[in-house]
């Protein structure tokens, strides 16, 4: 295994005719954004290769990109190119699993040491940001596709330029890819517009949020909530960031049921670290933006109580 080795990717990538790129379950802007992205830059930069993005079509993020719906030829030897999966459970087609070389591309907490060959920076704001330096360092061909793309992953990711991991460096390299053909107010709008649906949502979020008094706040929305609405488990991402808009809350659960019964579990905070109890419940992430698995009430009470305990320290 080798780590944080720009080079060695790119020699791979030149010495392989067919390449899968991979992304996360559940994808948000950054995965879609890494991963499309870093197909659209390898495509322009070798047309000859066959380079395909691979997993489900996320119908929130469709404006985004496409994923290719391909069958492999039996036997043939090719690259996987994992982008923004912190572990192996979660990552999106298990071709990867047979990949002749797999190589990671990540900026979480490197706890999954997967792959042959990694780059993982947790420093960074996002893996659009680590593909899109891996461009513009090694020379190879952006276009604007590719930069609308990683654009798009670096704002998702940074919460519009507003959190902590959002550096001189992240901001530099926006500034690169802006100035690339492609309308960036369109794509702006499109990426924090909602529906009437989430809207609502959100209104009963403010008016059933429950707060504690040093800060911690948590909402649980049952699967009989999201029918209420019409919400789909991917839509509730739109309304991660809305307990945190209020002054007085520092740290915050969303505890979103599942068709099984278990929660996902959104963490977020502005400032004391939550990514060790979301490692506790079968999660993990950021320090300040971690998800967690619950498979019980009893262990919704455990995580509220973790995340009071939490801001006291």
């Not at 005719?17 to 559940?26: A, E, F, P, S």
């Not at 309308?183 to 989430?198: C, N, Q, V």
């Not at 490692?279 to 995340?307: T, V, Y």
Request: hydrophobic fraction near 40%; charged fraction near 25%; include cysteine.
């Amino acid at each position: 295994m080798k780590v944080n080795n720009m080079n060695e990717i790119l020699e791979k990538i030149k010495a392989y005719d067919t390449i899968l790129i991979h992304r996360h379950k559940n994808p948000d802007p950054d995965a879609i954004g890494s991963q499309c992205g870093l197909r659209a830059v390898l495509r322009a930069t070798f047309p000859e290769k066959k380079i395909y993005a691979v997993g489900y079509d996320e119908p929130t993020l469709e404006f985004l990109a496409l994923m290719d719906h391909i069958e492999l030829p039996e036997n043939e030897k090719y690259l996987s190119i994992v982008c923004d999966t912190a572990n192996r459970p979660r990552i999106d087609d298990d071709r990867w699993q047979t990949a002749d070389l797999l190589i990671k591309i990540d900026h979480h907490p490197n706890d999954d040491a997967y792959g042959d060959i990694q780059l993982v920076e947790d420093y960074r704001s996002s893996a659009s940001e680590i593909v899109s330096d891996f461009a513009f360092e090694n020379g190879l061909d952006m276009n604007a596709e590719a930069a609308r793309l990683l654009y798009g992953g670096i704002v998702g990711d940074t919460g519009r330029f507003l959190y902590p991991a959002t550096s001189p460096k992240t901001l530099y390299l926006a500034s690169k890819l802006a100035e690339f053909d492609f309308d960036r107010s369109a794509l702006g709008r499109e990426m924090t517009s909602f529906d009437m649906k989430i809207a609502r949502l959100q209104g009963y979020i403010y008016e059933n949020l429950e707060v504690s008094e040093n800060g911690a706040a948590r909402i649980v929305l049952t699967q009989a909530l999201l029918k209420r609405f019409e919400i789909t488990d991917a839509e509730t991402s739109k309304i991660v960031g809305v307990p945190g808009s209020i002054r007085t809350v520092e740290s915050w659960a969303i505890f979103v049921e599942q068709i099984d019964g278990h929660y996902r579990v959104r963490m977020r905070s502005k400032t004391h670290p939550i990514n060790e109890i979301a490692k506790r419940h079968d999660g993990g992430g950021h320090l300040l933006a971690s998800g967690a698995n619950s498979f019980s009430l009893e262990e919704n009470e455990q995580i509220w109580e973790e995340l009071q305990a939490n801001l006291n320290q």
